[in-house]
Structure formats: structure tokens, C-alpha cells
């Protein structure tokens, strides 16, 4: 199974400044099957991108995506104190789908 | 607008089996995937597995075309009820490892994403004699 590594395990940003989520896949992923989560302190999680670099409905596009083949980038453009949370990228494959161990994102 | 929402035991003792229902209201349960995710205390997302469901099957209650992760795959089931616009998780043979918080939700599928759109709030389930 691919195995996603996130990084920085936590990130602490001021309002305004922008963020930068890596997540490294195993092996080669699909633009189609890569996506992003957002989850926040006793919440479920919520689709921010899929397909890469599309936004979910509703998502600000301070939020963006990008990335191909094992390394991929969740891109927050002046963080706002709403953005702390938890950020998983998570994988698609025929066999099963996998999450990364999320990136904390604390907004001093 | 759909809503899922997780129900269930919040307390399973070790060796037993674990059964969840996430029942769906605003839209029919037929040709969408239906996934389960786990999140133990203070860890990270885990992919139980899904089932589809075409409908085109007369039983009421019908397993569908499933996927598993392999970590429980000998111990998990995953069905759906049409009567009931249910989806339900059984897990057997339950041991601490199995505490966490449990989640449905959809996965769309199209040529442009796979992701899990609409999720349900979680239910807890811990293991504990």
C-alpha cells in the first residue's frame, strides 16, 4: 500500500503569513486521487482539495494544491486564526485508500 | 442536503463484536460508495473500508461490492439496508486497539477527484471490559 509522510508534523504561523503542507507518497499517485482534509479540535474532518489543486465546495481559495507523482503541497495564502487545525492528505488506490499522519497547524 | 449520522454501542467489551449503522437522509443510498474511517484517541485518520451499492439488487439487505483494509479485513463486514437507507460496520473479535471514534462518509468518484464529500459527526467507541 502507498504510505503518505506529512511534514512539518506541526506548524506555527501568525495571521496572515502562508502556509506550506507537504505530503510525499510511497509511490507515484494519480493528480485524481490525491486529496486534502481539514479537521478541527472535536470535528469531522472535511474535504479542502481533490483531484490535487481543486476546491471543495466552499473552501476560500486562500487554500490551493498542488503537486504530481509523490510529492504533493497544500498551500494556505494568509492563514487566519479559523484555519488551526489538522491537515491530512490522503491517497487513493485500487486496493485501499490512506491517509497521511496530518500536519497541526497552530495560529499564534 | 445529505447527513449522515453514526449510531452505536459506545462501550464493546474485549473478544465481542462491535456493530455500527450510519443512516443517510437526503439522498438515496444507491451508486455512491459509503466508506468507514476510524480515528483513535489523539491519533490519526484510519480507512476501515467501503461498500458499494447499484441498487439494482432486490435483497433489502445486501453486502454489495466491498473493499477492506487489510489490518481488519479478516475481522470486518461491511452492509447496507435499502429499506432503512442504512450502511452498517461489524467488527468482531474487539480488542483496545479497536477504541476510537468511528465515521461514515460518502466518496464521490469522478474523472476529476476521489474524495469523501459528507461526513457524519463520529460516534466513540471504546473496548473496555
Known amino acids: 500500500d502507498t504510505v503518505l509522510t506529512q511534514s512539518p508534523g506541526t506548524l506555527s504561523l501568525s495571521p496572515g503569513e502562508r502556509a506550506t503542507l507537504s505530503c510525499r507518497a510511497s509511490?507515484?499517485?494519480?493528480?485524481?486521487?490525491l486529496a486534502w482534509y481539514q479537521q478541527k479540535p472535536g470535528q469531522a474532518p472535511r474535504v479542502l482539495m481533490y483531484g490535487v489543486s481543486r476546491r471543495a465546495t466552499g473552501i476560500p481559495d486562500r487554500f490551493s494544491g498542488s503537486g504530481s507523482g509523490t510529492h504533493f503541497t497544500l498551500t494556505i495564502n494568509t492563514v487566519a486564526p479559523e484555519d488551526s487545525a489538522v491537515y491530512y492528505c490522503q491517497q487513493y488506490d485500487s486496493n485501499a485508500r490512506t491517509f497521511g499522519q496530518g500536519t497541526r497547524l497552530e495560529i499564534k | 442536503q445529505v447527513q449522515l449520522q453514526e449510531s452505536g454501542p459506545g462501550l464493546v467489551k474485549p473478544s465481542e463484536t462491535l456493530s455500527l449503522t450510519c443512516s443517510v437522509s437526503?439522498?438515496?443510498?444507491?451508486?455512491?460508495?459509503w466508506t468507514w474511517i476510524r480515528q483513535p484517541p489523539g491519533k490519526g485518520l484510519d480507512w476501515i473500508g467501503y461498500i458499494y451499492y447499484s441498487g439494482s439488487v432486490r435483497d433489502v439487505s445486501y453486502s454489495g461490492s466491498t473493499n477492506y483494509n487489510p489490518s481488519v479485513r479478516s475481522r470486518v463486514s461491511i452492509s447496507v439496508d435499502k429499506s432503512k437507507n442504512q450502511i452498517s460496520l461489524t467488527l468482531t473479535s474487539v480488542t483496545a486497539a479497536d477504541t476510537a471514534i468511528y465515521y461514515c462518509?460518502?466518496?464521490?468518484?469522478?474523472?476529476?477527484?476521489?474524495?469523501?464529500?459528507?461526513w457524519g459527526k463520529g460516534t466513540t467507541v471504546t473496548v473496555s471490559s
Open positions: 462518509a460518502r466518496e464521490l468518484r469522478s474523472p476529476l477527484g476521489y474524495h469523501m464529500d459528507v
Open positions: 509511490q507515484s499517485v494519480g493528480s485524481t486521487y
Open positions: 437526503g439522498d438515496s443510498i444507491t451508486s455512491y460508495y
